[in-house]
């Protein structure tokens, strides 16, 4: 239905009632359609005056769906007697009347009422982050930086996660104003991004770059620039810093791999007791390895060739500088097939270590424990991203620590097709994240806004650094 | 001033026409529909005539008055919630505000409602009783209106009274349960052994765990009538477990009287180990034949979240054989997962039982999991196999002459 243009009589109200194939659900529909056609609010008081004449009330959802237009155009002084008049008629209000509510003072001169708003919610639920953020984005504009940071340190302790949004209100908010303590809470954003490996996106970028260049007295410089394969930064020079794990959460990062991966609720869903252990004494009298391969995911990477022939290609490619190897494999790679020929085998069994599993067991956790048993110099040789395995291990704070350890150990093929050879890049030599030295700060940014494969770690970075 | 101009450009600038004749409004609407406009107008000008004046804020006042003092009274008397009050009284204005709510809850519900962990869940759950409630209330009011009818029928009935003669006692319900009854008996004694293995509750949900007793409930059913049913074991069956409780709830006194056997034992203990085939849809081998020596075991366990090899691990631990069915090899495979129910694994292996037909036991398998038996359209397969054949060879037609050509012509050199 199409709401009308201009405010109508009881009487027409009725009839266009009558014309509506649901008579029932007329009010509703109406001010739906009225919300999805920006209907001026006049038309809808209409409506509510021959609704409230008619029955004597209003329903409580027709007053939400007028309050959802009245925010939608803006309308302070309608929103605000819409609250009195939802007050005085019930004790609370449902989450979807005060979230409206917030977002439409936020965007008024009345924001602080929000604020008031805010503190009524908390009585009776969580607030959602986007109430946080509202009243984060209508704090920082009205200058108010302190309230700002406030409300942003209480949503992250009630374990909402901001949007990058709000990060970047607060730093555009900021721009140009001093003070140490400010400058520390914006610090703790980008460190905030850091530890949770998040990468903003251009026009965040550029908020930040504005910032640092705005701080009075501290002559900060940003560049744009994208980082060498050896983990330079061109611009200022300085080396990045490595993804290597300290010794502690190395060694968490292992124990964690071998219970909730490996073991998980029962050890007989990946492999078998026996078997790990088997296959850890192997480990154990080998180490340490350079590089482990997974044999049967290399084996598939040309899809032309014979199978046992693409991972002899890749042994021969990796075996360079007396690197030891190992393949793991499944135990059916030994019979002899046409994708697996036994001389080939017995040929690639010279040059590398082979441990062949049980053929419905699963290889990858096996990948995993040998290269981190095999110390922190070992990397290991994939296609695949692991984000089964990563998404077995219980708590983000291990998965980070993974997806960092993966970043800096994972070999992958170089991506060219077309050439005959398998060729393969080597795991960064730097850690994609962000960093800093003091006077440097080193920002890796998205190019656009929807880039979110977890595997795909951004090339382009911002280098900020301060002239004494 | 600036508003009333505002309002005239907007009038003038859409005018009512469309409006009216896209809608179908009636027509008589659309004179009055612009006498009201100028109207409007002239309002924002000069004041009009106060009989016309439509008073906008009107349900204002009426929202306010009269009903102020109501709401004051509730206020006060709400002053201390408890916890669970606080709950109900948010639930109430999210049914207000229109969401899918339960117009009833119990303590109990609400209890379970506060204890979700997120807001996601709560709105499930909340879902789930309200979808709930519809079903009941649209059950009761089809029981009523059957009733109604049967009561109707019998006044029409007792009016023409004529007793037919028959030589059996209507008493069809009460007998065939005899003879269902006798056969599960026989089947004690005789009968092939299925195992539905009860050792999945710390794998489940609650709601998981009540799943799975309504589906073997459904498969003790199907199984007791059913020609020659299987002597089914319920194994690693622990008293005073969720299973159990669910089962009291559902069989109440029949629960003692079933024709099965309840045991805490495993299967292992019972049985002899190479006789036995855990039949799970991880398994890497297949089953080809349904073998009338074996005893099979089905993991009593529905799975809602993806928790791949469970069933599996079982079996690897107990060194026991694994089969899947062989749902690839006759089905053409569409949407869904490879596990089915346990309802339908009883069906499906009862087919196989009575007839070894995989085609027939197959059709238990929901029809929106997969488009098609593979069997049936093989020879249309090798007919598509063939034009698609014809088409290449189409193709490459001339150069197949060309190279018959060529190798005539090398023959013909030759010699």
Known sequence: ?468 | MQSASMLLKKVLRSSVLPFAAQHGVKKDLFPLSRTLSLSLCLKQDNSPSPSEKLDLDAWKKVMKSGLQEVGKETVSEHQELSSLAAARELLDMWRLAGKLVPENISEEQLQTFMERPSKSAKKKYLKYLHLKEIKKKSDKRKMEEKRERRLQAQEQASKTDESKRNSFVCLWASGMDKVHSWRAAQSMIFGQPLVFDMSYEKDMSAREVANTVRQLMFSEGCNRRSVDPFHIHFCNFKDNSLYHKEFIKYYREAWGKLLITVTDQCYTDIFPKDKLVYLTADSPKVMKTFDHDKIYIVGSMVDKSIKTGVSLARAKRLGLETAALPLEKYLLWNTGAKNLTLDQMMQILLTLKDTGDWKKALEFVPKRKYCGFVNKPVHELKKSLNLINALKFGKRQEEVQKQFAKNYSKKLTRK
Not at chain 1, 151 to 158: I, Q, S
Not at chain 1, 242 to 257: A, K
Not at chain 1, 365 to 370: E, H, K, N, S
């Open chain 1, 1 to 468: 239905i199409q709401p009308p243009e201009k405010p109508l009589q009881a009487e027409e109200w009725n009839r266009l009632k009558e014309s509506f194939h649901c008579p029932e659900s007329f009010e509703g529909a109406m001010f739906n359609s009225m919300v999805r056609c920006n209907t001026p609010i006049d038309v809808a008081k209409s409506l509510l005056t021959h609704v409230a004449k008619s029955n004597g009330d209003i329903a409580y959802y027709l007053l939400v769906k007028y309050l959802a237009l009245c925010v939608q155009q803006g309308q302070t002084s309608e929103i605000q007697d819409v609250y009195d008049i939802m007050k005085t008629r019930f004790r609370i209000l449902d989450s979807g009347a005060y979230n409206l509510l917030i977002r439409g003072l936020c965007n008024s001169d009345e924001w602080r009422m929000a604020l008031t708003l805010l503190e009524e919610v908390k009585e009776i639920m969580v607030p959602s982050r986007s109430n946080y953020e509202s009243c984060i984005k209508a704090a920082s504009h009205h200058q108010e930086m302190n309230l700002a940071f406030e409300l942003y340190r209480e949503m992250l302790a009630k374990a909402l996660v901001p949007t990058m949004d709000v990060l970047q209100a607060l730093f555009d908010f900021s721009r140009g104003m001093k003070g140490a303590e400010l400058q520390k809470e914006l610090f703790d954003i980008l460190l905030y991004l850091r530890d949770n490996q998040l990468y903003p996106h251009k026009t965040f970028m550029w908020s930040i770059k504005l910032w640092f260049e705005s701080i009075p007295g501290e002559c900060w410089r940003g560049h744009l620039t994208s980082i060498k394969n050896s983990g330079q930064c061109p611009v200022c020079s300085h080396q990045l810093e490595d993804s290597e794990l300290t010794e502690e959460e190395y060694n968490n990062l292992r124990e964690r791999i071998i219970r909730d991966v490996i073991h998980g609720t029962d050890t007989f869903r990946k492999t078998s007791p026996q078997e790990f252990a088997a296959f850890q004494t192997f480990v154990e009298s080998r180490l340490p390895f350079d590089i482990v391969i997974d044999g049967l995911n290399v084996s598939h990477i040309k899809p032309r060739k014979m199978q046992c022939e693409n991972l002899f290609d890749a042994v021969n490619c990796l075996a360079k500088d007396n690197a030891r190897l190992l393949v793991l494999g499944r135990k059916h790679m030994l019979l002899n097939s046409s994708n697996w020929k036994r001389e080939i085998m017995k040929e690639m069994q010279k040059k590398a270590e082979f441990f062949f599993a049980e053929n419905i067991s699963e290889d990858d956790a096996f990948l995993l424990y040998a290269t981190l048993q095999s110390g922190k110099h070992c990397k290991f040789v994939t296609r695949d991203f692991l984000r089964d395995h990563k998404a077995c291990l219980s708590d983000s704070l291990t998965r980070h620590l993974f997806r960092k350890w993966q970043r800096g150990h994972q070999i992958v093929f170089s991506p060219s097709a077309e050439e005959k050879q398998i060729n393969f890049l080597p795991a960064f030599p730097y850690d994609c994240v962000v960093q800093t030295t003091g006077d440097t700060w080193h920002i890796p940014y998205k190019e656009a806004f929807e880039e979110k494969y977890s595997y795909q770690v951004p090339r382009k970075w911002l280098c900020l650094q301060q002239r004494r």
